[in-house]
């Protein structure tokens, strides 16, 4: 019998579809591997249909910004699907759009797809949507969003009246950390705006000792010929307005990625992997790195 699929694509409320399988890019262009190497992993990724590629001006100081530049020179710009990040204390009047133009001088475009505040500062959280609006006006963005905003900072966005253009909110989310589950995840559905998983895979274990190895993650993965990899990235994916960003460096990593949505979790899966990781029964602060 074949395999079911997860949907490939996700759609924004702005009515635009994204891949729901991105590529982060913490720690790349930092020389932590070579460089070509990293360059072409992402250029891989993109080719498999990892057109999201997620980024920030904190990454590297602007270095993962510039890969991505680099990695992405030539291909075609209306294919790619670029995010990036401004700092909260570059969020306010006249520096987002300083940051902003930076950022795009990096990646070497003149557009962004989706612009977000990388977690909440000072600055309040109407002056950055109103900064964020006009650069949609300027056309210098496509539509923006937020990071690491719990439920309550999302009802106080709301009320600055501009909320409802936010189309996505990228918090942690991985098997070892559910807390979102419990409020963040649903509120966001109801409204439309995507849940951005950051570390789907847990920093490749490193945030949850045991994860990759657990007896019932690799139980699942058997069941379905997968890699224990992706049974934690299909495992933040079942939820249908979930994007997740996982980063990798190697060209093995980056197609064992792609190929996360290509099965699906079945209720004896779901069971399992909750009996060993189980599902926040209240609430839960949201999870950071
Ligand atoms: P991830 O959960 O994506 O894990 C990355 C690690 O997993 C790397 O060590 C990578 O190794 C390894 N890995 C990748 N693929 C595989 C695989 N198939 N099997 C085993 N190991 C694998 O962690 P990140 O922290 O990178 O999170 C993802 C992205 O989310 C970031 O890169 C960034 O873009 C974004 N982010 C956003 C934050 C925010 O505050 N908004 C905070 C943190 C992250 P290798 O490099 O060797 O391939």
Redesign the pocket.
């Known amino acids: 019998m074949e395999e079911k699929k997860l949907a490939p694509t996700l759609r924004l409320l702005d009515g635009t579809e994204v891949p729901r399988l991105g590529?982060?890019?913490?720690?790349?262009g930092e020389g932590?591997?070579p460089r070509a190497q990293e360059r072409d992993?992402l250029r891989r990724g993109v080719e498999l249909g990892m057109t999201l590629i997620?980024?920030?001006e904190m990454?590297g100081d602007g270095q993962?910004e510039e890969l991505v530049g680099e990695a992405i020179r030539g291909l075609d710009r209306e294919q790619l699907f670029l995010v990036s990040?401004v700092y909260p204390f570059h969020a306010g009047r006249g520096q987002l759009e300083r940051s902003l133009e930076a950022s795009l001088r990096r990646l070497g475009t003149d557009y962004l797809d989706l612009y977000?505040l990388?977690?909440r500062g000072s600055v309040p959280l109407r002056e950055t949507a109103e900064e964020m609006e006009r650069q949609v006006q300027r056309g210098k963005i496509r539509r923006w969003g937020v990071?690491?905003l719990d439920w309550s900072d999302m009802e106080e966005l709301m009320e600055t009246g501009l909320g409802d253009h936010c189309v996505a909110d990228?918090?942690?989310y991985?098997l070892g950390s559910r807390g979102v589950e419990y409020d963040l995840q649903g509120w966001l559905a109801q409204r439309g705006i995507a849940l951005?998983?950051?570390?789907?895979?847990?920093?490749?274990?490193?945030?949850r000792r045991g994860l990759?190895s657990h007896p019932a993650v690799w139980e699942t993965a058997r069941n379905h010929g997968v890699?224990?990899?992706?049974v934690?990235?299909n495992f933040v994916l079942q939820r249908e307005n979930v994007v997740a960003?996982?980063?990798?460096?190697?060209a093995?990593?980056?197609e064992?990625?792609a190929g996360a949505l290509d099965f699906c979790l079945t209720e004896a899966d779901l069971q399992r992997l909750d009996g060993a990781f189980p599902p926040p029964s209240r609430p839960v602060p949201l999870d950071?790195?």
């Open positions: 590529q982060g890019t913490w720690y790349l932590l591997s992993t997620d980024t920030a990454y993962s990040k977000l990388h977690w990071s690491n990228q918090v942690l991985h951005m998983a950051y570390c789907p895979l847990a920093q490749g274990g490193s945030l990759l890699t224990p990899a992706q934690l990235l960003i996982p980063k990798a460096s190697t093995a990593h980056v064992e990625n950071i790195v």
